[in-house]
């Protein structure tokens, strides 16, 4: 090969290198056109805790009363349990998944996409920092949402979820058997229901003990005050266990159970 070739090659080869070694170029992400009207949907409304997991729907209608491109980018946040952080539209809709933790109690989603461009400060550099146009490519309210709320009225929506045992409506406690004889022991259950006389997984109850008929008080839960969680049949269970003598005076004692949320409920067991 002659020098002129070599030297050709050569230079091709340092012109790929550093091509090569350049930095991609960062791409912006295409959100909603101010005033862009968006509506939230979470489906279901109520998820169990540790694991439910709700599909969050965002519809993004444009000022014109069309759709929003489809890729549009929509970037989403909860206080409670965690969310996909973003999800990219089609046909105007974008979707993600709530997926709830072991904490209980009611999730707030917001959802935000593009917005009003920030206003100028007067103290800002004129040079542009890499934040500065990440905030302007997404607007003014996701900078807003991460610093925790967002408080724009357009291109953003919330939804609640509620989840684990938020939504206990009924709490029917039995003792089986109700009179203790023989064991000294009764299996104490709390059943729960939300609203619609469905059985709610995951609620903590915690049981305690009422009013003694007594002179002495001899009886004891196995939870020693520790929350149980109710199973999928909506059912938390406990022990009581008495050290009154068999054959002495008859006694009553009163169990009673109480949810996280909602009203407790009690039941009377005859002992002797």
Same mark, same amino acid.
């Not at 519809?59 to 491109?69: K, N, S, Y």
């Not at 909860?78 to 809709?93: I, P």
């Not at 997926?99 to 917001?110: E, I, L, N, P, Y």
């Given at each position: 090969?002659?020098?002129?070739?070599?030297?050709?090659?050569?230079?091709?080869?340092?012109?790929?290198?550093?091509?090569?070694?350049?930095?991609?170029?960062?791409?912006?992400?295409?959100?909603?056109?101010?005033?862009?009207?968006?509506?939230?949907?979470?489906?279901?409304?109520?998820?169990?805790?540790?694991?439910?997991?709700?599909?969050?729907?965002?519809?993004?209608?444009?000022?014109?009363?069309?759709?929003?491109?489809?890729?549009?980018?929509?970037?989403?946040?909860?206080?409670?349990?965690?969310?996909?952080?973003?999800?990219?539209? $089609?046909? !105007?809709? /974008? %979707? =993600?998944?709530?997926? +709830?933790?072991? $904490?209980? !109690?009611? /999730? %707030? =989603?917001?959802?935000? +996409?593009?917005?009003?461009?920030?206003?100028s400060s007067p103290t800002a550099s004129p040079r542009n920092t890499r934040s500065d146009v990440t905030a302007s490519a997404v607007g003014v309210g996701v900078a807003a949402a991460v610093g925790g709320g967002i408080a724009a009225s357009e291109n953003s929506a919330s939804v609640e979820i509620t989840i684990g045992s938020a939504l206990p409506h009924t709490v029917l406690v039995t003792a089986n058997p109700q009179r203790i004889t023989s064991p000294r022991q009764s299996t104490i259950v709390a059943t729960v229901f939300d609203r619609f006389g469905n059985p709610i997984q995951n609620v903590p109850i915690v049981f305690s003990l009422g009013p003694v008929g007594g002179d002495l008080i001899e009886e004891t839960l196995d939870s020693g005050g520790s929350p149980r969680f109710t199973d999928s049949n909506g059912q938390a269970f406990d022990t009581l266990r008495t050290r009154a003598p068999v054959g002495g005076g008859q006694k009553t004692v009163d169990v009673i159970a109480t949810p996280a949320v909602g009203t407790a409920e009690s039941v009377t067991v005859f002992i002797n």
């Open positions: 090969m002659s020098k002129r070739k070599r030297l050709t090659l050569g230079v091709a080869l340092a012109g790929a290198s550093a091509i090569a070694l350049m930095p991609a170029c960062e791409s912006v992400p295409l959100t909603a056109a101010p005033g862009t009207n968006m509506t939230l949907i979470a489906n279901p409304g109520f998820v169990i805790a540790n694991g439910g997991v709700s599909v969050v729907t965002a519809i993004l209608v444009e000022p014109a009363g069309t759709f929003v491109p489809d890729g549009t980018e929509v970037f989403f946040f909860t206080n409670l349990g965690r969310v996909d952080a973003s999800g990219k539209t $089609r046909n !105007g809709v /974008a %979707r =993600v998944n709530f997926v +709830s933790d072991a $904490r209980s !109690g009611t /999730a %707030r =989603v917001d959802a935000i +996409s593009g917005g009003p461009a920030p206003a």
